[in-house]
């Protein structure tokens, strides 16, 4: 936690953010052959680890509350094969039950945003943007699906393969299936937790990664998602002075709550949502917010304010 | 709210518990693929637990506009296993076993047949025959997050969408009378269809249709001259099963009548051996007042006087139980 915060001062000390802070970005690396569906192949130890903060879903009814969970992604790209080795602690193991009504598995998700420069609602993408999905649950084959908001999950076409084993304290698990040869560009992880009746809204979910070549850069095509060079305390003045807190809090309900929006939301979306409230509502919340005749610096200012605001 | 709306009457004075509607609805729709546990119709022994056990405190329904969290139900501690028997020792076999389940059992969905209430000699029971009662405000539909439960216009039978189900159990747990089932060899949640296939030809419901008791009537709530209209609305005799849930169902029971307790010195009390506080809680406040019109027509038949409600009751024509012509646009 320190160490966050620490990382939340030195973002706050410079003037501008070139690039998301390390926690969204995940780095692929590239092997010859097919890579492995085994969790433990040695294979693995060629991908950096990023560590990821799942943060419990609290935009609409049903979350889970309570902690962030942490998750470790690793990415490997053979041709046209990705594969991704995700590994969490829980302590209990879930699995899926054929002789059970009311017990629920543990389950990870990996969502892909689709081609473009534009983000998608990082919460199960938006109508003109959908996402695809890899879904695992324990005890079931995995899925491929794909989605364009919150119920709309569908079959996806592409057939993935999925591996899993039980680590001392929590789950690996690889999922393994094709992408196009540029794409994706950006992935965001969701786990469930049976023990806790984890099944849809029920879940704990990621912002955004972008998937980085072995140097780290942000592929270009992000820059402008990540860019966020304005004055926070400005932001901040210009928040209070708006009244954005009539509705954007949690006991007024009128809005999302944003005080974590910048744990979960990219500057370009933030951007976005204050430019053209409307372009895209978070499902559940009706179009009461108006477009405010901000100017660009303006806009820029209120985004660095959320991105920075602590939780 | 649909355009129109199909409903049932179940007369619970002429149910004997045959489970012959619950054979005729299993053997139909719910005997193979995971759905062996499941009786989208069944008959359950009040007072009870019932099946699955305990639903009435289970919760679900709405609480004014808002849903009531509910739980779900445990597949062997709350509907039970489905049963194999250890036919072959105890029936071809030279031995002395008795015809026993396999698996030790904890309930089913007749688990306390015939139990009841009561002290002897005032004990008393009665059947309840239990179905989807395809709401007018079903609480199943608003607590999916997939839209994947509708209500037709046409007949306002409640259907969940197998593709569009994902087996969250949100609708399981928002409904206060437990009438969906997990089927968790398929993943996804499945209930009483009504039978729709066999009222899109006009045919009845098999429950109903196979009623031997002829309890069962069947007839959209708006065809005034259908025994639905006549028996819910005209003569107020056949009530909804817990209104206090809020779903508004379109399943109705004309209540039991019971003869009289005895009191202490073993003389007929003049109270009823099932007790008007108990059919309250399950039917609600119009029960003393259906019981009333119920005797007060039984006792004009039985002087010979006539009683057009007794006659629908009686049902002399089964044919005449049914009405489910649609206007001709609405045929399939």
Redesign the interface.
């Known amino acids: 936690m320190r160490a966050a915060l620490f990382g939340l001062l030195l973002c706050c000390a410079l003037p501008a953010w070139p690039a998301p802070p390390p926690e969204r970005i995940i780095r692929l690396a590239e092997t010859p052959g097919e890579p492995p569906l085994d969790p433990a192949a040695a294979a693995w130890e060629r991908a950096p680890a990023a560590t990821l903060r799942l943060y419990p879903q609290a935009t609409i009814a049903g979350g889970p509350g309570g902690e962030p969970l942490m998750l470790e992604a690793r990415a490997l790209r053979g041709g046209t094969r990705l594969a991704l080795r995700l590994a969490w602690a829980d302590a209990g193991e879930n699995t899926y039950d054929v002789h059970a009504t009311d017990r629920f598995a543990d389950a990870v998700a990996v969502q892909f945003a689709p081609p473009g420069k534009t983000l998608p609602y990082v919460g199960m993408g938006e109508p003109g943007r959908a996402v695809s999905l890899w879904l695992w649950r324990a005890g079931r084959p995995p899925e491929s699906l794909t989605a364009h908001g919150f119920g709309s999950l569908e079959r996806g076409a592409a057939p993935i393969e999925a591996h899993a084993r039980r680590s001392a304290g929590g789950w690996e698990v690889v999922l393994r299936g094709r992408v196009a040869a540029h794409a994706p560009v950006a992935l965001a992880f969701a786990a469930w937790d049976g023990a806790e009746d984890g099944r849809a809204g029920r879940k704990r979910l990621s912002a955004w990664q972008a998937l980085a070549a072995p140097t780290g850069a942000l592929p270009a095509s992000l820059r402008e998602e990540a860019r966020a060079g304005g004055d926070a305390a400005r932001g901040e003045r210009l928040y209070a002075k708006l009244g954005c807190a009539a509705c954007h809090a949690p006991q007024a309900g009128l809005a999302p709550d944003l005080a974590s929006a910048g744990d979960i939301h990219w500057p370009g979306y933030l951007r976005r949502s204050i430019r053209e409230p409307s372009a895209f509502l978070v499902p559940g919340y009706a179009a009461l917010m108006p477009a405010f005749p901000l100017q660009a610096e303006d806009i820029e200012n209120l985004t660095a304010y959320l991105m920075k605001r602590p939780p | 709210m649909s355009a129109r709306q199909l409903g049932m009457v179940i007369d619970l004075n002429k149910c004997i518990g045959c489970q012959t509607c619950t054979l005729a609805c299993k053997s139909q729709w719910t005997d193979r693929d995971?759905r062996e546990?499941m009786y989208w119709n069944h008959v359950e022994t009040k007072p009870g637990k019932g099946y699955p056990r305990d639903w009435e405190t289970a919760g679900g329904g709405w609480d004014g506009a808002r849903l009531k969290p509910g739980?779900?139900?445990?597949?062997?501690e709350d509907?039970g296993?489905p049963a194999d028997f250890n036919f072959e020792a105890a029936l071809f076999r030279d031995s002395d076993q008795p015809l026993r389940p396999l698996e030790p059992m904890q309930w089913g969905p007749n688990w306390e047949e015939d139990q009841g209430a009561g002290e002897f000699p005032n004990g008393y029971f009665f059947y309840l025959p239990r179905l989807c009662n395809h709401c007018t405000k079903p609480a199943c539909l608003a607590a999916c997050?997939?839209?994947a439960i509708y209500k037709r216009e046409e007949d306002g039978i409640v259907l969940i969408d197998q593709e569009r189900c994902?087996?969250?159990?949100?609708c399981?747990a928002a409904c206060p009378y437990k009438k969906i089932?997990?089927n968790?060899?398929a993943?996804t949640s499945e209930k009483c269809i009504f039978c729709y296939p066999r009222v899109e030809k006009g045919i009845p419901q098999a429950c109903a249709y196979q009623c031997v008791g002829r309890a069962r009537h069947v007839s959209y709530l708006d065809d005034e001259g259908g025994a639905l209209h006549q028996l819910v609305n005209v003569w107020k005799v056949a009530l909804p099963l817990h209104p206090e849930y809020g779903t508004q169902p379109n399943v109705y029971y004309v209540p039991p009548l019971s003869p009289p307790a005895f009191d202490a010195d073993g003389k007929p009390s003049g109270q009823p051996r099932i007790p008007d506080d108990y059919l309250s809680q399950l039917f609600g406040p119009g029960v003393d007042a259906a019981l009333a019109t119920l005797q007060r027509e039984i006792d004009k038949k039985s002087r010979g006087e006539a009683s057009p409600l007794m006659d629908m009751l009686i049902a002399y024509r089964h044919g005449d139980m049914f009405r489910l012509s649609r206007p001709e646009a609405e045929k399939p």
Do not use: E, H, M, N
């Open positions: 995971g546990f739980r779900l139900p445990r597949l062997t509907y296993i997050p997939r839209q994902r087996g969250y159990r949100y399981v089932y997990f968790p060899l993943g």
